[in-house]
T-cell receptor, first 116, second 115 residues
């Protein structure tokens, strides 16, 4: 079965500093990969997604992610964070097996706190 | 922009009582999902549906039922609520299974406390 692991439960970063959130997945082929963000008391919103092509994917709000097949990873990055980036970030995958589920499998999430 | 509306936004229920969580989407999506979020955990799939009048079990269906009476509406039903079902519940929808249809659109969530 497929799985997603986010090894860092919490990350604290200073405003203006760079941010990297790690995501490792387990699946025999290349899945659809996603990063979602959850702001306090809100639903999840899509930051970016990847399926094929250029391994560096640009998303909203200057986030980008890099896919690595050899490392089974899909790390999220931002060059300079703002206080408004404080949120929980989820990595997720979906597989295309021809089945009817189309479900997303989520990692545990990483709580990001931006401090001044 | 896809719109997914959940009601209620929060609810307190008593152990053994019946709870119904509602979800309504206005974007003509075929697929709808109910996920559960527990503190410190990711989201886990409870039930999903890809067509009206049909529902499917997800990864953690025990203790939950689902109902999809129309394309727009998808309900989650707890017949006998238990303490362990205290969580935040998210409804989500997406158009289909193709490459360009794979983005999930989430509601704002329902915070359920079972006492």
């Amino acid at each position: 079965a497929q799985s997603v692991t986010q090894p860092d439960a919490r990350v604290t970063v200073s405003e203006g500093a760079s941010l990297q959130l790690r995501c490792k997945y387990s699946y025999s082929a290349t899945p659809y990969l996603f990063w979602y963000v959850q702001y306090p008391r809100q639903g999840l919103q899509l930051l970016l997604k990847y399926y094929s092509g250029d391994p560096v994917v640009q998303g909203v709000n200057s986030f980008e992610a890099e896919f690595s097949k050899s490392n089974s990873s899909f790390h999220l990055q931002k060059a300079s964070v703002h206080w408004s980036d404080s949120a929980v970030y989820f990595c997720a995958l979906s597989i295309n097996t021809g089945g009817l589920s189309g479900k997303l499998t989520f990692g545990e999430g990483t709580q990001v706190t931006v401090i001044s | 922009e896809a719109a997914v509306t959940q009601s209620p936004r929060s609810k307190v229920a008593v152990t053994g009582g019946k709870v119904t969580l509602s979800c309504h989407q206005t974007n003509n999506h075929d697929y709808m999902y109910w996920y559960r979020q527990d503190t410190g955990h990711g989201l886990r799939l409870i039930h999903y549906s890809y067509v009206a009048d049909s529902t499917e079990k997800g990864d953690i269906p025990d203790g939950y039922k689902a109902s999809r009476p129309s394309q727009e509406n998808f309900s989650l039903i707890l017949e006998l609520a238990s303490l362990s079902q205290t969580a935040v519940y998210f409804c989500a929808s997406k158009p289909g299974l193709g490459h360009s249809q794979n983005t999930l659109y989430f509601g704002a969530g329902t915070r359920l406390s079972v006492l």
